[in-house]
């Protein structure tokens, strides 16, 4: 029998071999150590990738030319909401519910000296986000806008080109409107009592009052609940999800991204037995699936475009399945609750 004592002995190129062999695996093993070591001390995001808490700033708007990340970061990016982008034309941010220009010192009521993007650059911005392949992203330029990393969605205006009455692409690239979602924690606690037991909600506001953001805390506040909660993120706005896992920490819920209502209603109802399905930017076309729902035991968290609750039930009409309407405003910022109303639309 031979040893591997004896093999060293017969073949001193067995010693040479295994010196090397373990050289490469003390290099690896420092490698991967140094790039964790990198990871946790050298990364911006690295409390981000541990604990799931969403950065805001320039680390998901990498997409964007360094010129613009510089002057974002002068601006107060915790109330951060949209950067609007039009082709040779000054860059306009919204903060805090308040629009204002950008220029590279930051935020400023004049249009003077603010950033300008060209068509060039608008192209560019556009293709950076797509991760350089336009293709891959076309089912939802098609739609008007793209979602990235962080739950963020870009507005995209432009030329549209269709044919046979089906739109193939949108091309010379003319307005980008990045839209940045946030976490404001406990947002929707003061209408919990409203909710219980648990009802059917639709939340109305105009674009940019904090629909989403109500939605998205509404998960949170149902957490450990032992409910089964539905999620149908069309946009991945909500739940901002990578690889299976949202960004924004969500858990105790299932979630569908990419999925048109009608599918995710019929499917998730079907597979996984919700108790309640939250969903965002309702139509008048998405009624009929909310009602089928209401009607088979399951609640529904809903939202929709409006000023207020007259507005939305001459859309939808008076007879509803909604219980409690939640009217959202920017009249003293972003997210201000001017209103719980019940189904015959009195104030509670």
Same mark, same amino acid.
């Given at each position: 029998?031979?040893?591997?004592?004896?093999?060293?002995?017969?073949?001193?190129?067995?010693?040479?071999?295994?010196?090397?062999?373990?050289?490469?695996?003390?290099?690896?093993?420092?490698?991967?150590?140094?790039?964790?070591?990198?990871?946790?001390?050298?990364?911006?995001?690295?409390?981000?990738?541990?604990?799931?808490?969403?950065?805001?700033?320039?680390?998901?708007?990498?997409?964007? !030319?360094?010129?613009? $990340?510089?002057?974002? &970061?002068?601006?107060?990016?915790? +109330?951060?909401?949209?950067? %609007?982008?039009?082709?040779?034309?000054?860059?306009?941010?919204?903060?805090?519910?308040?629009?204002?220009?950008?220029?590279?010192?930051?935020?400023?009521?004049?249009?003077?000296?603010?950033?300008?993007?060209?068509?060039?650059?608008?192209?560019?911005?556009?293709?950076?986000?797509?991760?350089?392949?336009?293709?891959?992203?076309?089912?939802?330029?098609?739609?008007?806008?793209?979602?990235?990393?962080?739950?963020?969605?870009?507005?995209?205006?432009?030329?549209?080109?269709?044919?046979?009455?089906?739109?193939?692409?949108?091309?010379?690239?003319?307005?980008?409107?990045?839209?940045?979602?946030?976490?404001?924690?406990?947002?929707?606690?003061?209408?919990?009592?409203?909710?219980? !037991?648990?009802?059917? $909600?639709?939340?109305? &506001?105009?674009?940019?009052?904090? +629909?989403?953001?109500?939605? %998205?805390?509404?998960?949170?506040?149902?957490?450990?609940?032992?409910?089964?909660?539905?999620?149908?993120?069309?946009?991945?706005?909500?739940?901002?999800?990578?690889?299976?896992?949202?960004?924004?920490?969500?858990?105790?819920?299932?979630?569908?991204?990419?999925?048109?209502?009608?599918?995710?209603?019929?499917?998730?109802?079907?597979?996984?037995?919700?108790?309640?399905?939250?969903?965002?930017?309702?139509?008048?076309?998405?009624?009929?699936?909310?009602?089928?729902?209401?009607?088979?035991?399951?609640?529904?968290?809903?939202?929709?475009?409006?000023?207020?609750?007259?507005?939305?039930?001459?859309?939808?009409?008076?007879?509803?399945?909604?219980?409690?309407?939640?009217?959202?405003?920017?009249?003293?910022?972003?997210?201000?609750?001017?209103?719980?109303?019940? +189904?015959?639309?009195?104030?509670?």
């Amino acid at each position: 029998m031979i040893t591997k004592t004896d093999l060293s002995q017969i073949s001193p190129f067995f010693v040479v071999a295994k010196n090397i062999f373990n050289c490469f695996i003390i290099y690896f093993k420092f490698l991967n150590y140094y790039r964790l070591l990198n990871f946790y001390l050298f990364s911006p995001d690295w409390y981000h990738k541990l604990f799931f808490i969403p950065i805001n700033y320039n680390m998901n708007l990498r997409f964007l !030319p360094q010129e613009w $990340l510089g002057a974002i &970061s002068k601006t107060d990016s915790d +109330k951060l909401n949209e950067i %609007r982008l039009r082709a040779n034309q000054p860059t306009m941010v919204c903060v805090g519910g308040k629009k204002f220009y950008l220029n590279s010192n930051g935020v400023s009521q004049e249009a003077k000296n603010a950033l300008v993007a060209s068509n060039q650059i608008l192209e560019r911005i556009l293709l950076a986000a797509c991760q350089k392949s336009i293709y891959a992203y076309n089912f939802q330029i098609v739609q008007g806008y793209l979602s990235v990393e962080g739950g963020i969605r870009i507005g995209v205006c432009g030329n549209v080109t269709m044919e046979n009455g089906k739109i193939l692409a949108v091309k010379e690239i003319s307005a980008l409107n990045i839209r940045i979602p946030h976490i404001v924690k406990d947002c929707s606690k003061p209408v919990l009592k409203h909710l219980k !037991p648990l009802c059917n $909600l639709l939340v109305v &506001s105009p674009p940019g009052c904090g +629909k989403t953001t109500f939605l %998205r805390d509404l998960i949170f506040q149902h957490e450990d609940k032992r409910i089964n909660i539905l999620l149908c993120d069309e946009r991945n706005e909500i739940s901002a999800s990578t690889g299976g896992v949202s960004q924004f920490g969500l858990k105790d819920c299932d979630i569908y991204i990419y999925g048109e209502k009608s599918y995710v209603f019929e499917a998730g109802i079907r597979s996984m037995s919700p108790e309640l399905i939250i969903c965002d930017e309702i139509l008048p076309s998405d009624m009929p699936y909310i009602t089928a729902a209401a009607q088979s035991g399951v609640n529904v968290f809903a939202s929709m475009h409006g000023r207020d609750v007259i507005e939305v039930t001459q859309k939808i009409g008076t007879n509803t399945v909604f219980d409690r309407y939640v009217v959202l405003s920017n009249r003293n910022g972003v997210g201000t609750i001017e209103g719980v109303f019940d +189904k015959e639309l009195k104030k509670l």
